[in-house]
């Protein structure tokens, strides 16, 4: 084809020669093989970026225990039914505790005994029968045996397991007659009234994460409903391998829908305000420079550009444009610098650009 046009147009110029014609010959129309490219562009614009991410966390109950016996006994009675909710201070079990009570009846015998003792001696220590050495050493007596009175009372309230806060009990793991000590377990017993959750977000979050803020979050158990919390509390040291911090948030839980172990999702948001930003494909990469084709009344400059952060779609420029100059998207690769072009507009509908840390 470049062949054939090359010979008409020798052909032309001949024939305006034997013609005695002196006017140069016509320039190629439109559409030719030198005709200025066709260039799609979109303006630099301004537009307000916000920083999205999901937090993965794991419910936990608000207060949680596995109840076991203080002392070593035989089971002599179960006071609960498995998933029952108790108060602080129900009698959840009672231990067998005939020779508790014995050590503690023969305590309080031998403080009785100490203190006549000493009660007597005090009252001749007007008449000096009695040296003040031997009466301290009366009064220590008895003060030993106080506190062995004490401590029989406490082993033998320990014979009755109580719950130390309102909660929902577990699994029942134990049946009257059963031999336990201090590491069986009983049952649990889990307040999950309010329902703590635990997730961790990147450094880049801590001006964003703060005591008492509200957080809404989600389990794929229902898929349909938002949990809405506050944040309790910020760890005060970050990962320094993941370079994350831990959070804590605290759920209301009154319907008893959310469960510990429960796998939850947090999504939080950053406003980072306004950015200018241009399609990505409108970056000509060059070694380690970046470039854009900006187009002015039909001319292209290529123009050197410092890049931010990128963006799905899109990328941040931080230096060397203007907002509103257009760029080229597409046909890069057929624009010289201070090369005439003809363009078509991008349309972009950007909106909101969000991006992830």
């Known amino acids: 084809m470049a062949f054939r046009i090359r010979t008409a147009c020798v052909t032309i110029a001949a024939a305006l020669a034997v013609a005695g014609c002196s006017e140069e010959a016509p320039r190629e129309s439109r559409?030719?093989?030198?005709s200025a490219p066709m260039v799609v562009t979109a303006p630099a614009e301004f537009?307000?970026?916000?920083?999205?991410?999901?937090?993965?966390?794991?419910?936990?109950?608000n207060e949680s225990i596995s109840v076991q016996p203080r002392v070593a006994s035989l089971v002599t009675g179960v006071y609960f039914e498995e998933g029952d909710v108790v108060n602080e201070g129900d009698l959840l079990l009672e231990l067998e505790s005939s020779e508790i009570e014995a050590g503690l009846a023969l305590a309080e015998a031998a403080l009785g005994e100490s203190r006549s003792l000493y009660n007597r001696s005090k009252s001749l220590e007007s008449t000096?029968?009695?040296?003040?050495?031997?009466?301290?050493?009366l009064l220590a007596r008895v003060k030993v045996d106080e506190a062995q009175v004490q401590a029989a009372a406490a082993?033998?309230?320990?014979?009755?397991?109580?719950?130390?806060?309102?909660?929902?009990?577990?699994?029942r793991r134990v049946s009257p007659g059963s031999y336990v000590d201090s590491a069986t377990v009983i049952t649990t017993l889990d307040?999950?009234?309010?329902?703590?959750?635990?997730?961790?977000?990147?450094?880049?979050?801590?001006t964003v994460i703060r005591e008492g803020m509200s957080i809404a979050a989600q389990s794929v158990v229902y898929p349909e409903q938002e949990f809405v919390g506050v944040v309790a509390s910020v760890d005060t040291r970050l990962d320094p391998v993941s370079r994350a911090v831990q959070v804590r948030a605290v759920l209301p839980n009154d319907d008893g829908l959310l469960k510990p172990?429960?796998?939850?999702t947090v999504d939080l948001?950053?406003?980072?305000?306004d950015v200018l930003v241009v399609p990505e494909q409108s970056i000509v990469p060059e070694g380690n420079d970046q470039f854009v084709y900006v187009i002015s009344d039909g001319v292209a400059e290529k123009r050197s550009v410092l890049l931010g952060r990128r963006i799905p779609g899109f990328v941040v420029i931080e230096e060397g444009l203007s907002a509103g100059e257009a760029v080229v998207t597409e046909?890069?690769?057929?624009?010289?610098?201070?090369?005439?072009?003809?363009?078509?507009?991008?349309?972009?509908?950007?909106?909101?650009?969000?991006?992830?840390?």
């Open 31 to 34: 559409g030719g093989w030198n």
């Open 191 to 206: 307040d999950v009234s309010r329902i703590k959750l635990d997730f961790t977000v990147p450094e880049t979050f801590l």
């Open 269 to 273: 948001k950053r406003d980072r305000g």
């Open 331 to 357: 046909g890069t690769g057929k624009v010289q610098d201070g090369g005439s072009v003809e363009t078509h507009e991008q349309h972009t509908s950007l909106g909101r650009v969000g991006g992830e840390s």
């Open 261 to 264: 172990g429960m796998f939850m």
């Open 128 to 137: 000096q029968a009695i040296s003040a050495a031997d009466l301290e050493q």
């Open 47 to 61: 537009k307000p970026l916000v920083d999205e991410i999901e937090a993965l966390g794991t419910a936990i109950a």
């Open 155 to 171: 082993r033998l309230a320990n014979t009755q397991v109580r719950a130390p806060f309102t909660g929902r009990v577990g699994l």
